[in-house]
T-cell receptor, first 111, second 116 residues
Framework: DAKTTQPTSMDCAEGRAANLPCNHS???????VYWYRQIHSQGPQYIIH???NNETNEMASLIITEDRKSSTLILPHATLRDTAVYYC????????????FGSGTRLLVRP | DTEVTQTPKHLVMGMTNKKSLKCEQH?????MYWYKQKAKKPPELMFV???????INESVPSRFSPECPNSSLLNLHLHALQPEDSALYLC???????????????FGSGTRLTVV
C-alpha cells in the first residue's frame, strides 16, 4: 500500500472549516483513500473514503486531486468535539484486509 | 446494532497471569482484527481473521493467542506478558473487502491493558 504524508498537527477555530491535507504521491490506480479519526481514549472512527471522485457525507467532504497524488479532508464547521487525530490511509481492496495507520494529524479545534 | 463491543475496558495483570480479551459484533461482518496501540502512536495491526480463520499474523509473539470461535466473537488470549506489552488493544470488524463493497472498519473502544 502507498505511503501517506500528513502534517503532525493543525488547529482551527470552532465554527470554521478544517482542511486536513494528505500526500500520497505513490498511490496506485486501484488504491482507495480512507480517512479515520481517533478521539482521545476511543477507537478509530471511519469518516469517509474515495477512489477518484470527490465524496461527501454527513461528517465530511473528501477532495481528491485529479492526479490522485493528494487529498484534503474538509470538516465544514468544526466543533470542539472534532479535536482528534486524523489518519489518511491508502489501500487496495483485496483479500489482505490490511488497514495500516500512519502517524496522522493531530487537529485541535480552538473555542 | 452498529457497534463493536470490547470487554473488559481495563485490565491489570501480572507477568505470570493468563487473561483473555473479548470482542463482539453483530453487524454480520466476516473480517475481524486485533490492533495494539501504544501511547501517542498509531494503531498497529496484529491479527486478521476472515470467515473465522486466521489470515494474517503480523509476526506477533506467541504470548498473544487469538481465537475466533464464531462469526460474532473474537478473543485474544494473553499469557506470560511483559510490561512493554502494556497498551490499548483495539478490536475491529469489516465486511469482506474483496466482494467489491469497500466498506469502512468499525472499531471498538479498546481494552487498556497494564502488565505489572
Amino acid at each position: 500500500d502507498a505511503k501517506t504524508t500528513q502534517p503532525t498537527s493543525m488547529d482551527c477555530a470552532e465554527g470554521r472549516a478544517a482542511n486536513l491535507p494528505c500526500n500520497h504521491s505513490t498511490i496506485s490506480g486501484n488504491e482507495y483513500v480512507y480517512w479515520y479519526r481517533q478521539i482521545h481514549s476511543q477507537g478509530p472512527q471511519y469518516i469517509i473514503h474515495g477512489l477518484k471522485n470527490n465524496e461527501t457525507n454527513e461528517m465530511a467532504s473528501l477532495i481528491i486531486t485529479e492526479d490522485r497524488k493528494s487529498s484534503t479532508l474538509i470538516l465544514p464547521h468544526a466543533t470542539l468535539r472534532d479535536t482528534a487525530v486524523y489518519y489518511c490511509i491508502v489501500r487496495v481492496l483485496d483479500s489482505s484486509y490490511k488497514l495500516i495507520f500512519g502517524s496522522g494529524t493531530r487537529l485541535l479545534v480552538r473555542p | 446494532d452498529t457497534e463493536v463491543t470490547q470487554t473488559p475496558k481495563h485490565l491489570v495483570m501480572g507477568m505470570t497471569n493468563k487473561k483473555s480479551l473479548k470482542c463482539e459484533q453483530h453487524m454480520g461482518h466476516r473480517a475481524m482484527y486485533w490492533y495494539k496501540q501504544k501511547a501517542k502512536k498509531p494503531p498497529e495491526l496484529m491479527f486478521v481473521y476472515s470467515y473465522e480463520k486466521l489470515s494474517i499474523n503480523e509476526s506477533v509473539p506467541s504470548r498473544f493467542s487469538p481465537e475466533c470461535p464464531n462469526s460474532s466473537l473474537l478473543n485474544l488470549h494473553l499469557h506470560a506478558l511483559q510490561p512493554e506489552d502494556s497498551a490499548l488493544y483495539l478490536c475491529a470488524s469489516s465486511q469482506v473487502q474483496y466482494t467489491g463493497t469497500p466498506g469502512g472498519y468499525t472499531f471498538g473502544s479498546g481494552t487498556r491493558l497494564t502488565v505489572v
